[in-house]
């Protein structure tokens, strides 16, 4: 019986996973039938409008969003989720981008569970690291030691901009001296390095994981989705990165301009970068994750940058 392989695809807010994995896409699809799993902590996926906006080639994509499916209170509504997206669509090969917050040291759980274990199988995990952002935020979030605890392969991402190469080594070498370093810009790297993609896949290279007591669930952090028409100038969106920038860990989306052209944004621990898009959407829609923050607190800000 053929399995199934998955590729987990693992990494904190805005290290490039997305990027990799179009990248993957982009290679393979339609050489292989790929499908994407992508797990988001907000209530919704902007990453999956990305990619679709994006990729042209064919891929199917299943969309988990509001949690991480590691969370044992999800757990059992994604083993189902998967049996029938796999059984609907049979892919030769599975993506699985995991949420930046996620703690996926339990993920045996997941794959080893009596309903998937004859259809998948994990065959390799890759973790992405933000070169820029690791040092300090890796002390302050154990997922993202988890998440490097269990790779095979690990990318230090984004090494074109100012960062501290050797503390980050010493600091994953300590974790995992075993899991193959790659330095990337812009997540890219030769494919083949990472998959190994070669027409066929050893069936038998299944990935054995273990479990950890006390692994941590959902982080005490909040994620709010903000949607409105009302457009802001272009002028006015640094005033508006600056305002909200100290209290949002991640914030990535679209706004609509007052010229009527849309860009998107993303910004990760106070760096952003905005790139124009063409969407038949009217709406400006940002997903904001950070701690004490809320919808109104989101939309306060929107309103006074757009009427200065």
Do not use: W
């Not at 999956?48 to 299943?62: A, P, S, T, V, Y």
């Not at 999800?74 to 090969?93: I, Q, R």
């Amino acid at each position: 019986m053929f399995k199934i392989p998955i590729y987990l695809v693992t990494g904190y807010l805005g290290s490039g996973k997305t990027t990799f994995i179009r990248q993957i896409l982009e290679t393979y699809a339609g050489k292989e039938k790929i499908a994407i799993i992508q797990n988001e902590f907000a209530p919704a996926n902007v990453d999956g409008q990305d990619l679709k906006r994006h990729i042209n080639k064919d891929f199917e994509l299943l969309e988990i969003n509001n949690g991480s499916v590691f969370c044992v209170c999800l757990l059992s509504g994604f083993v189902k989720s998967l049996k029938a997206f796999v059984s609907e669509h049979k892919p030769g090969l599975i993506l699985m981008e995991a949420s930046g917050l996620s703690d996926p040291v339990s993920i045996g759980q997941i794959f080893g569970s009596s309903e998937l274990q004859d259809d998948v199988f994990l065959i390799g995990v890759i973790c992405i690291i933000d070169a820029v952002n690791f040092v300090k935020m890796h002390s302050k979030m154990p997922q993202i030691s988890h998440q490097i605890m269990i790779a095979d392969h690990i990318l230090i991402n984004k090494t074109d901009l100012p960062c501290n190469l050797k503390e980050i080594d010493t600091t994953i070498n300590k974790i995992n001296p075993l899991a193959k370093k790659h330095y990337t810009v812009q997540s890219n790297i030769p494919c083949d390095t990472i998959l190994g993609i070669t027409g066929s896949i050893d069936q038998k290279a299944q990935k054995k994981y273990f479990f950890l007591q006390g692994v941590s669930n959902r982080p005490d952090i909040q994620s709010i989705v903000l949607k409105t028409s009302k457009p802001m100038k272009f002028d006015n969106l640094q005033r508006f990165i600056r305002f909200i920038s100290g209290s949002c860990y991640r914030l990535k989306g679209t706004i609509i301009l007052d010229n009527g052209k849309t860009i998107s944004i993303q910004l990760v621990a106070g760096d952003y970068r905005f790139e124009e898009i063409i969407t038949s959407s009217k709406l400006t829609e940002l997903i904001a994750i950070g701690e004490g923050i809320s919808v109104q607190y989101l939309k306060s800000a929107y309103n006074e940058a757009s009427q200065a």
